[in-house]
């Protein structure tokens, strides 16, 4: 994976002010500890997770006048969640400007996705103290408000799924909390779920919903296989 060099900002049309934003916006904890860099992503990301939610909270606000709280809140978590944030982060090629030491960290592939997802919220907060609020938004609504728009299913309730099904098999569900680390605005939670007290699944998530979420998805994969 590449540094950070000028095509970034070519590519987005950014005139920068403050170079040091964008290259701390792409330096992952494994490569700075390497090379003993004593900066990385996390806090950019903790400032455009913020930013990221507010914004996309506004568009809807705005776009669906007559949506309560609780319609709004799930509206926004399919266009906030990690798939969704993987997909722009794909969508803008933001991984080749990343800077992680993947051999030295023994990451994942699924971590080194999350790794993805982390860089979108983190090049929002550098564009955010770099070029400002409304630059900010025009950004997001360039990336984020058309899929709004084209009503793009990125979140699936596989909890809901998985209710259903055992429902009608009169089984049990149970999740369980088998791991918890990272700092406290950056965790990630792993989760496994049970049906019957057999374990069928085992997922991943920046919080506990969404890690319940990805376990269901397992789990439905799995029952899937057994039929």
Do not use: W
Request: proline share 1%; with cysteine; charged share 30%.
């Amino acid at each position: 994976m590449s540094g950070l060099n000028m095509n970034l900002f070519e590519k987005f049309g950014i005139e920068p002010n403050n170079e040091d934003y964008y290259k701390m916006a792409f330096m992952h904890g494994s490569y700075a500890t390497v090379h003993g860099i004593k900066y990385d992503y996390e806090r950019l990301e903790f400032l455009g997770d913020s930013i990221l939610n507010m914004l996309v909270s506004e568009y809807l606000y705005k776009k669906y006048p007559k949506y309560g709280e609780g319609k709004l809140t799930k509206l926004r978590a399919n266009f906030v969640c990690q798939t969704a944030l993987i997909h722009y982060s794909h969508d803008l090629g933001l991984k080749d400007y990343l800077k992680v030491s993947v051999d030295e960290m023994n990451l994942t592939d699924n971590e080194v996705l999350s790794i993805t997802s982390d860089i979108f919220e983190s090049f929002l907060g550098a564009l955010f103290l770099d070029q400002g609020f409304a630059f900010t938004k025009r950004f997001i609504a360039k990336i984020i408000f058309v899929y709004i728009d084209e009503e793009k299913v990125f979140f699936h309730d596989y909890k809901s799924k998985i209710k259903e099904y055992c429902d009608s098999h009169e089984m049990k569900i149970r999740y369980e909390l088998l791991e918890e680390h990272g700092v406290p605005h950056d965790k990630t939670f792993v989760m496994a779920i049970y049906l019957d007290n057999e374990e069928m699944g085992i997922g991943k998530g920046k919080n506990k919903k969404e890690a319940e979420q990805s376990a269901a998805k397992e789990a439905i994969m799995n029952l899937t296989m057994i039929r």
